[in-house]
């Protein structure tokens, strides 16, 4: 009697122990809209067309905004029904204008454009590092196959990394329900809880914590707080996953200072920008003493939508010479859709202003996200760091020679 208690008190331990310690996560499952693919922005011009085509004044811009931002992670016809109650459509348009006529007026122009959409920042880096380290991962996407190979037209080889691709037409039930997570796990032949989840939208990572996966949010959507409920870490860009902490093989890539701090940077492929400098905020030197030269976004779109929104440095070249610079790739603080700034700072002296003039700048490094910072003097503080970093590591073997990029 007493070893039988015993040997059940000892079942009991193991159990719990193993409730606290989570099991191995062996596998990563991938959302691709706004997670692998930068399909958010198409999107949102798209239905904004249309919607302002029938809808005029009626709704605000912002209304309009807010409800995409919500459908997003949703099948396309459930997304264009949300968005249609959302805004009461039935009212401001006509009583047939439901989420299946929004969809059909919306899905022609997507479905020509899809071959424009291209990979977000770091998506061909976590696939690689992956595929390298030999961890078996799939896609689990509420695209609809027959859409699927038209927004991956350009990256077939993403796709055929893919040990599963779970679309949404695969499953009785779209995303916030957990099936399309729940036939990825079984697809690739583990229990659900053996799979790290990485996904942007709040609706997507819902469903991924429903069907016991672990979740890695990357949002899309500006209000972080939504993810909260289902993730189990909220980064900024997909530069910043912590794959060690799920018991993933952590990337090798990042260079650290080698300081006793645990600062670090990440070589990317280098892009290049080059324009004129333009009028900021005042910002830069007035609150902060950093002077920082504009670049006009607009005409660098393609270059701004490789670069995630964070900290950089690399070189730049004024007036024939070349200066070290860190910069920032940040979101415009006045609410102007999907609007990035471009701020770089040339760690020089200069006599005077340089507005109007043309700037060439070689993007080298990633250093870190945006940060909210409890005072000013603490972001000061941290800018002044990143300078010193950037001056170290542009020293280095790595970094040194994209300076190359300029065209001196
Ligand atoms: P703005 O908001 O108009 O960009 P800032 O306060 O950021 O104003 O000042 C930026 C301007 O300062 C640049 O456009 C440039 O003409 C000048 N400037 C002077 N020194 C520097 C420097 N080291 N790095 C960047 N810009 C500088
Ligand atoms: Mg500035």
Known sequence: MESIDRSIDRVDRATRDRARMPPKRTRVVLDLDGTLINTEQL???????????????????????DALERARGMRPLEASEDVATR??????????????????????????????????PGAERLLEHLRASGVIFGLATSTPREYLDLKMKRHENALGMMSCVI??????????????????????????????????????????????????????TRDRSAFEPFADVIVHSLYDLDLARFGLPPFTDWLSMDDGSTDAVLPIPPVVMRGPVVKGFGRGAKE????????????????????????????????????????????????????????PWLL?????????????????????????????????????????????????????DTVKFLHL
Request: aromatic letters at 8%; hydrophobic letters at 45%; a negative charge.
């Open 288 to 343: 902060l003493g950093i002077p920082t030269a504009n670049l006009d976004v607009a005409a660098l779109k393609f270059q701004v939508d490789s670069l995630a929104p964070g900290i950089y440095l690399g070189w730049a070249k004024l007036r024939g010479s070349v200066y070290e610079q860190v910069m920032s790739i940040g979101w415009n603080p006045f609410f102007d859709n999907a609007k990035k700034t471009i701020e």
């Open 167 to 220: 679309t949404g037409d695969l499953v009785a039930r779209g995303k916030p329900y957990p099936d399309i997570f729940e036939l990825a796990a079984k697809t690739l032949g583990v229990a659900s809880e053996e799979c790290v989840v990485i996904e942007d939208t709040p609706v997507g990572c819902d469903a991924a914590r429903r069907a016991g996966m672990s979740v890695i949010a990357v949002p899309s």
């Open 348 to 400: 020089h002296e200069f006599e005077e202003d340089f507005y109007g003039e043309e700037l060439e700048l070689v993007v080298a490094a990633y250093l870190r996200p945006e940060a909210d910072f409890t005072s000013l003097d603490a972001l000061i503080e941290r800018i002044h760091r990143d300078a010193a970093v950037a001056k170290v590591m542009l020293k280095r073997d790595e970094l040194k």
């Open 87 to 120: 805004l009461n459509l039935r009212a401001v348009a006509s009583e047939d204008m439901d989420g299946r006529k929004l969809l059909s007026l919306t899905s022609p122009t997507l479905n020509a454009r899809w071959g424009e959409v291209r990979l977000m």
């Open 43 to 65: 999107v949102d011009e798209v239905v904004h067309g249309v919607i302002r085509a029938f809808a005029r004044e009626a709704i605000a811009s912002e209304a309009i905004h």
